[in-house]
């Protein structure tokens, strides 16, 4: 009789330890599970930043050419970064980036396109322009670029300017100086575009 007692009271604790046992594991499956969630909820997040990054969005900026017109648009050259090349936010040392001017007319016209900088750009940021996907001209500066955007119009034709400008990493001192000057001080930069039309008679 005493060994019954005992032995129920034994299986009554291996129930109780079974029991504990396997709500224990049940936890810590669904901890582990919900770990492997958040893991991959972050990762998931992570490669979405990921990919905003790298994804490059195309600045278009539609100007109408128009007799007698001026049409202009404030540019800081910051918005038109290619996101892989981004650092800290702003143009520094081995960025670059584009932008699309779209000139339009509704008259046969002459054209031309027209910079004015608002303040002082990096001494080694160059700039180069495609007419309808053909390379037009170099410049240091978009002032000297602009002598290449003078031309014709159909009426109701789109000429498509791409103005493509980079900041390549200098390997002589005197240069590298000056970058490393240029990207303390020059946190943007920002200038107009004008187009600027004359109907052809």
């Given at each position: 009789m005493k060994k019954k007692k005992i032995l129920k009271i034994l299986l009554i604790l291996i129930l109780i330890f079974l029991f504990i046992k396997m709500i224990f594991f049940k936890s810590l499956s669904n901890s582990k599970t919900i770990e492997d969630f958040l893991f991959f909820k972050v990762l998931g997040d992570n490669l979405k930043v990921s990919e905003d990054i790298i994804d490059v969005e195309e600045k278009e900026y539609r100007l109408n050419v128009n007799y007698k017109n001026i049409d202009f648009r404030n540019i800081n050259l910051s918005e038109t970064i290619n996101r892989e090349t981004l650092i800290y936010e702003k143009i520094a040392p081995g960025t670059k980036g584009s932008f699309?001017?779209?000139?339009?007319?509704?008259k046969n016209s002459k054209y031309k396109v027209v910079f004015n900088s608002i303040n002082k750009k990096p001494q080694n940021l160059k700039f180069k322009a495609n007419i309808n996907n053909k390379e037009i001209g170099k410049a240091n500066t978009l002032e000297e670029l602009q002598?290449?955007?003078?031309?014709?119009?159909?009426?109701?034709?789109?000429?498509?300017?791409?103005?493509?400008?980079?900041?390549?990493?200098?390997?002589?001192?005197?240069?590298?100086?000056?970058?490393?000057?240029?990207?303390?001080?020059?946190?943007?930069y920002q200038f107009d575009i004008n187009a600027i039309g004359e109907e052809i008679t």
């Open positions: 699309n001017i779209i000139l339009e007319a509704n002598k290449y955007l003078i031309g014709y119009i159909r009426k109701d034709e789109k000429i498509d300017i791409r103005v493509n400008w980079y900041w390549e990493f200098e390997d002589n001192e005197e240069n590298d100086k000056q970058d490393t000057k240029d990207a303390q001080y020059i946190k943007k």
